[in-house]
């Protein structure tokens, strides 16, 4: 059984969509980040940087595994099932590259962005709009040449990148104003929120 530590967040709906896609069967257990039970020390032992989401896998090969960081999970996921991640070439590169991308530019600085929509700090929240608007203009770019994120075909960087540009569509709004109206990421936000796994992970609040 997979057992998935994690919370209603960008990066803590991840997983669930994951495995709602491959439709696998797993169970939640909820870490309310609000209440600071990441710092509990039992998910400490799971998630040595106290982040969310955690997944334990007890019928992994060689014996139980756990996995903090999304994208590893993603990315473990996809390899133990064969889904959503070619196995080799250029369309699993592609599909790794927007994955670290999205682990190390649009999840940072939209969630810096979010932080300082709420301080009174007007030059950081301009930088921040700023580099919002600019990645989000990257991405825009890339789907203009192609159906999915990493190409054709649906894969964990979609999913990645879904519930990044989803959580600033609902929580952004203000700040990033008409930036959001981008043509080929509107086209793709309706494609990906079509899919009833996203919408079952979009709309995934507490279950156990």
């Known amino acids: 059984m997979i057992t998935l530590h994690t919370w209603t967040t960008p990066n803590g709906r991840k997983p669930v969509i994951m495995l709602e896609e491959l439709g696998e069967p797993y169970r939640v257990v909820p870490v309310?980040?609000?209440?600071?039970?990441?710092?509990?020390?039992?998910?400490?032992?799971?998630s040595p940087n106290n982040k969310i989401p955690a997944l334990v896998d007890d019928d992994a090969d060689g014996?139980?595994?756990?996995?903090?960081?999304?994208?590893?999970?993603?990315t473990y996921l996809a390899e133990k099932y064969g889904r959503l991640l070619a196995?080799?070439?250029?369309?699993?590169?592609?599909?790794?590259?927007?994955?670290?991308w999205q682990i190390g530019g649009l999840g940072p600085m939209l969630g810096q962005l979010g932080f300082f929509?709420?301080?009174?700090?007007?030059?950081?929240?301009?930088?921040?709009?700023?580099?919002?608007?600019?990645?989000?203009?990257?991405l825009d770019r890339q789907l203009a040449g192609s159906?999915?994120?990493?190409?054709?075909?649906?894969?964990?960087?979609?999913?990645?990148?879904?519930?990044?540009?989803?959580?600033?569509?609902d929580k952004l709004k203000g700040p990033l104003g008409d930036r959001l109206d981008k043509p080929d990421l509107q086209r793709w936000m309706a494609l990906v929120g079509e899919r009833p796994a996203?919408?079952?992970?979009?709309?995934?609040?507490?279950?156990?």
């Open 32 to 46: 309310d980040i609000g209440k600071g039970e990441q710092f509990a020390p039992a998910f400490l032992k799971l």
């Open 63 to 74: 014996g139980s595994i756990t996995i903090f960081e999304s994208g590893a999970i993603l």
């Open 87 to 100: 196995p080799a070439g250029a369309a699993r590169w592609q599909t790794l590259q927007w994955l670290h």
């Open 117 to 138: 929509a709420q301080q009174d700090d007007a030059f950081a929240l301009d930088r921040f709009v700023k580099e919002g608007d600019r990645l989000l203009t990257v």
């Open 147 to 169: 159906r999915y994120v990493a190409g054709e075909e649906f894969t964990i960087a979609d999913i990645a990148c879904y519930t990044w540009v989803a959580g600033a569509m």
């Open 198 to 208: 996203v919408q079952k992970g979009m709309a995934w609040k507490i279950r156990n």
